[in-house]
T-cell receptor, first 113, second 112 residues
Framework: AQSVTQLDSQVPVFEEAPVELRCNYS??????LFWYVQYPNQGLQLLLK??????LVKGINGFEAEFNKSQTSFHLRKPSVHISDTAEYFC???????????FGAGTRLTVKP | DADVTQTPRNRITKTGKRIMLECSQT?????MYWYRQDPGLGLRLIYY???????NKGEISDGYSVSRQAQAKFSLSLESAIPNQTALYFC???????????FGEGSRLTVL
């Protein structure tokens, strides 16, 4: 089965600084890759996804991620964060048939003024 | 109204009680899922269903059962709740063509 490792459980940054949230995955089959965001007391919502094609994927709220097949990574980046980006971020991987999406443990991003 | 609705949103119960969490969706998706979220563990798949006649165990199905009453309804049951089932539970749906999951707002369950 596939698995996901999020390398940082907490990332504190100052407002307007750049941020990178790291995600590595392992799988014996081809997969789709996702980043979800969870704001306090809410469900998860999709930030961006990689299905195929260009390895640089742009998502909502100015986030982007780059798929690196050789390093089996899918790191999330934003050049300048806002206070409102404070949330928990989950990397996820799913086989092409989407019957078993696996999530990482999450990275809590805290943006300080 | 939310596309994926979970009830109840919060529930406190005692060890040994039977609990049902319900999920309904208006997205018209065939695929529905139940996940459990624990701090530091992310989300883990409990059960999933690709249509009304299809039920599959996920990563952590022991102690849980599900029922797919209709395309739009998928319920999760704990026959005899225990304290380590205290968690935040999420229902999700997906369209096989898109790949992403659409989540409800979660049901927080506390078992004393």
């Amino acid at each position: 089965a596939q698995s996901v490792t999020q390398l940082d459980s907490q990332v504190p940054v100052f407002e307007e600084a750049p941020v990178e949230l790291r995600c590595n995955y392992s799988s014996s089959v081809s997969v789709y890759l996702f980043w979800y965001v969870q704001y306090p007391n809410q469900g998860l919502q999709l930030l961006l996804k990689y299905l195929s094609g260009s390895t640089l994927v742009k998502g909502i709220n100015g986030f982007e991620a780059e798929f690196n097949k050789s390093q089996t990574s899918f790191h999330l980046r934003k050049p300048s964060v806002h206070i409102s980006d404070t949330a928990e971020y989950f990397c996820a991987v799913s086989p092409y048939n989407n019957n078993d999406m696996r999530f990482g443990a999450g990275t809590r991003l805290t943006v300080k003024p | 109204d939310a596309d994926v609705t979970q009830t109840p949103r919060n529930r406190i119960t005692k060890t040994g009680k039977r609990i049902m969490l319900e999920c309904s969706q208006t997205k018209g998706h065939d695929r529905m899922y139940w996940y459990r979220q624990d701090p530091g563990l992310g989300l883990r798949l409990i059960y999933y269903s690709f249509d009304v006649k299809d039920i599959n165990k996920g990563e952590i199905s022991d102690g849980y059962s599900v029922s797919r009453q209709a395309q739009a309804k998928f319920s999760l049951s704990l026959e005899s709740a225990i304290p380590n089932q205290t968690a935040l539970y999420f229902c999700a749906t997906s369209d096989y063509r898109v790949g992403e999951l659409f989540f409800g707002e979660g049901s927080r369950l506390t078992v004393l």
